[in-house]
């Protein structure tokens, strides 16, 4: 038995904000924003919706999605860098609202890397059979950290939420293999000052590029998998250039690598679990199918893993 998905959920706000929609506010345009990053629109949460709901509607989907209930959880971990408050944590928000058990709950602040390092600290707890069942969440409120005046970074980011539970699945399929890493010297090219995140793209750029790819291919082969193997490429939704660079690093087709970042821009701890279920839902990812994660968010951090889907 190895750590695999169980169910999944989702929360994707209503309000949709395009690229025409940005252009009345900012100097930007549509053709810019499209041809440099990829986004067509992106979902913005309304005021009276902050992480921990967003958390909560995902959550309670994913529970469902498996077959569980909420007293069938024993951690959740909250992938976030935008909590409702400093503390408490959204996992102990989420854990009272689910009417969990008082069992352990906390957040993990890996920026856009949080899912990859939730999913491979819930791995550790279930092969270990310290843990049944693992509820990871990525969740981000961007929005209410975007400078809707620095046309550099406010066209790229949206809010979302998605959730997976992990336990036990048949052998050969969950997780096959991980990478995690962090480099804190590169701190100073992505990070949210007083009130709004700052980013030096070009470093951050250079970054993403040469990790991802690096990243994606030791996964591979610590699964002891070739790059021919791989059905799915499912990388952090930030920019469609890196995205395209990690693909090609791995000579994959571009119909092997999911993109949702057109419609829902760069969700931070989100994206990759929100691309996966979308995936999923389309019938596009089915039953046994080998797929390679990998994300770079602030810190500088890095999370990637090779996942046979299935239970």
Known sequence: ????????????????????????????????????????????????????????AAAEQAIQNAGLTPADIDLILVATVTPDHPFPSVACLLQDRLGARTIPAMDISAACSGFMYGMVTAKQFIDTDTFRHVLVVGVEKLSKITDWEDRGTAVLFGDAAAAAVLGHVSDGKGILSF???????GSKYLYQDDKFIKMNGREVFKFAVRQMGESAVHVVEKAGLKKEDIDYLIPHQANIRIMEASRERLEIPEEKMIKTIQKYGNTSASSIPLALL?????GQITDGDLIVMVGFGGGLTWGALTLRWGK
């Open 1 to 56: 038995m190895s750590a695999g998905i169980l169910g999944m959920g989702k929360f994707i706000p209503e309000h949709v904000v395009t690229n025409t929609d940005l252009e009345k506010v900012m100097d930007t345009s549509d053709e810019w924003i499209r041809t440099r990053t990829g986004i067509e629109e992106r979902r913005i949460a309304d005021d009276d919706t902050d992480t921990s709901d967003m958390a909560f």
């Open 179 to 185: 990478e995690l890493g962090a480099d804190g010297s």
């Open 278 to 282: 979308d995936a999923v839902e389309s």
